[in-house]
């Protein structure tokens, strides 16, 4: 399958899972702030990883929550993508978290850390200057 038809698909596929998600019942689901932030679906359609991340931090007894809520709302998540997309096989659909947004988080958080030191010790050296 050429590459860009599965760019097509995978983008396709975050966008109704997305607008899936809202739909759901479940309260392990429903009441996370879920962010879809990408799919990656094999070649043969056969399966999909979606990627997804939480606003907020959670417990290792909330996150296995989230995790399983997730598990059992696929079914549903995976017969509405089936009516939503004209695709010969719905992929069966398996759920990874993205940390990613938080590690750019954190990355940001301590870059501005570094730019503030250097900007207090540009400041001292200079007053050093000044009282010589």
Same mark, same amino acid.
């Given at each position: 399958?050429?590459?860009?038809?599965?760019?097509?698909?995978?983008?396709?596929?975050?966008?109704?899972?997305?607008?899936?998600?809202?739909?759901?019942?479940?309260?392990?689901?429903?009441?996370?702030?879920?962010?879809?932030?990408?799919?990656?679906? +094999?070649?043969? $359609?056969? %399966?999909?990883?979606?990627?997804?991340?939480?606003? !907020?931090?959670?417990?290792?007894?909330?996150? =296995?929550?989230?995790?399983?809520?997730?598990?059992?709302?696929?079914?549903?998540?995976?017969?509405?993508?089936?009516?939503?997309?004209?695709?010969?096989? +719905?992929?069966? $659909?398996? %759920?990874?978290?993205?940390?990613?947004?938080?590690? !750019?988080?954190?990355?940001?958080?301590?870059? =501005?850390?570094?730019?503030?030191?250097?900007?207090?010790?540009?400041?001292?050296?200079?007053?050093?200057?000044?009282?010589?």
């Amino acid at each position: 399958m050429p590459r860009y038809r599965r760019n097509r698909i995978n983008e396709s596929v975050t966008e109704e899972i997305s607008t899936i998600l809202r739909e759901v019942k479940d309260p392990r689901v429903a009441g996370a702030m879920l962010t879809i932030t990408g799919s990656d679906v +094999t070649a043969d $359609l056969k %399966f999909a990883k979606i990627y997804y991340s939480v606003y !907020g931090e959670f417990t290792e007894e909330e996150e =296995k929550e989230l995790k399983k809520g997730l598990r059992s709302v696929s079914s549903f998540i995976r017969s509405q993508l089936a009516q939503r997309l004209n695709l010969r096989i +719905t992929p069966e $659909l398996s %759920f990874i978290r993205d940390n990613g947004v938080k590690h !750019g988080a954190d990355i940001a958080a301590i870059l =501005k850390t570094l730019e503030n030191e250097r900007t207090e010790t540009a400041d001292a050296a200079e007053e050093e200057e000044d009282d010589d």
